[in-house]
């Protein structure tokens, strides 16, 4: 959605995610264990269509806005399951694993508002954000979005929204190939302190000012060959 498609107030479902752990491997890295300060989309995406059942549930033209906070970090030891030079699994070994603790996750639907209302209420599958074993708790309630400017806040920003968001530019994955032989990858501003005055062009802003700014598409259905797809 673009500020030039911002009329009218619009109703959206509120979507609030909490875990105690959550950690995030940037897949730019093979071999170590490099964390993301916040989770990429295509993992937001995940969470959706698993709570829906699976991809084919969920319409390709779905789109959400999303910010995320953690209250704390540390680094724990987990076991890794490499694989040798023939895809094999190789001895499990210890290997130190970065986390964020105490998160929330926020994320704003206005598609099908009452359809996601439901499958939130009674998932399909059980939902998890980040590694399979940390699963989450869900809770979601109606709000009205006002168009126009908002406080960027602990909000996820897609790349080239003005004036320059406070923080860091991450390249992160958008969707991921239902075969997993492809990912989409683009840029988004993130400021992990989430105390950012800053006003920037969202689109739209929650009751209490915060931005909310719509995301790139992460429906596999929508992926397209070009630059920003990568094997």
């Known amino acids: 959605m673009t500020t030039a498609e911002v009329r009218t107030p619009a109703e959206a479902l509120e979507v609030t995610v909490t875990a105690p752990i959550v950690s995030f491997r940037n897949p730019l890295y093979a071999g170590v264990q490099v964390a993301l300060p916040c989770p990429p989309p295509s993992t937001v995406g995940g969470m959706l269509a698993a709570a829906a ?94 168009p126009g400017s908002g406080r960027q806040g602990p909000a996820v920003l897609p790349e080239g929204i003005a004036p320059l968001p406070t923080g860091i530019l991450l390249r992160l994955p958008t969707s991921v190939a239902l075969n997993r032989h492809h990912t989409r990858w683009d840029g988004y501003h993130f400021d992990a302190s989430g105390r950012s005055d800053t006003m920037v062009e969202s689109g739209w802003a929650d009751e209490a000012g915060q931005a909310v700014a719509y995301l790139p598409p992460v429906h596999p259905a929508r992926m397209r060959p070009g630059p920003l797809q990568e094997g």
């Open 53 to 146: 059942g699976g991809w084919d549930e969920v319409s390709p033209e779905t789109r959400f806005a999303m910010a995320f906070h953690s209250r704390g970090a540390g680094i724990d030891l987990e076991t890794y399951h490499p694989l040798d030079a023939t895809g094999r699994k190789a001895e499990p070994t210890p290997r130190e694993r970065e986390f964020l603790a105490d998160v929330t996750l926020t994320v704003w639907l206005t598609l099908h508002v009452e359809l996601w209302e439901r499958r939130l209420r009674r998932p399909v599958w059980p939902l998890r954000l980040g590694r399979s074993q940390d699963l989450v708790r869900v809770t979601s309630r109606r709000v009205m979005l006002r």
